[in-house]
T-cell receptor, first 112, second 112 residues
């Protein structure tokens, strides 16, 4: 969905490096989410934010942090990347709890 | 884990046939959603069914929900090669903090 963009789309990094994944949206939604996808495990929620001043941990927040810089921007950071953080990362937005989520194209992260 | 379980994990059919995928979950829900993911890309919302609804249609898609059995099914009629994708159910659990929990997905392959 072109309304939700993620940068970078692909990233290879080394163990111990700090890395930031960025998400921007033009949908005007208050709610934003970060997920990771591993083969056979579906999507798992890392962090979510219901507005600029609201940040919540998801199912697998350890090793990650987030920043909600504005309504339109939600960044995910790996302070010290490790190989088992190699995965496909998705950002998503939604208008409210009963409405569907709109996903970005994903960032493929490889930690060597 | 409250993650939904999908069945089958993989499904291969011929073009023109119907495809049925099932999702089971563990606790009461506010709504259940189905998403499609083309290989390595972002998820796209297909349909949402609320806990007080039993059936919903959208084009060639038919979704049913049985809250007594804690299960849902997605039927794609007259399948096309373009329907080849992974399909995920996602549940908004009652008391789940207003977030979705995704199943592990069904990989559908529609052959010509």
């Amino acid at each position: 969905d072109a309304d939700v963009t993620q940068t970078p789309r692909n990233r290879i990094t080394k163990t111990g490096k700090r890395i930031m994944l960025e998400c921007s949206q033009t949908k005007g939604h208050d709610r934003m989410y970060w997920y990771r996808q591993d083969p056979g495990l579906g999507l798992r929620l890392i962090y979510y934010s219901f507005d600029v001043k609201d940040i919540n941990k998801g199912e697998i927040s350890d090793g990650y942090s987030v920043s909600r810089q504005a309504q339109a921007k939600f960044s995910l950071s790996l302070e010290s990347a490790i190989p088992n953080q190699t995965a496909l990362y998705f950002c998503a937005t939604s208008e409210d709890r009963f409405i569907e989520q709109f996903f970005g194209p994903g960032t493929r992260l490889t930690v060597l | 884990s409250q993650q939904g379980e999908e069945d089958p994990q993989a499904l291969s059919i011929q073009e023109g046939e119907n495809a049925t995928m099932n999702c089971s979950y563990k606790t009461s829900i506010n709504n259940l959603q189905w998403y499609r993911q083309n290989s390595g890309r972002g998820l796209v919302h297909l349909i949402l069914i609320r806990s007080n609804e039993r059936e919903k249609h959208s084009g060639r898609l038919r979704v049913t929900l049985d809250t007594s059995k804690k299960s849902s099914s997605l039927l794609i009629t007259a399948s096309r090669a373009a329907d080849t994708a992974s399909y995920f159910c996602a549940t908004d659990f009652t008391g789940g903090g207003n977030k979705l929990t995704f199943g592990t997905g069904t990989q559908l392959k529609v052959e010509l």
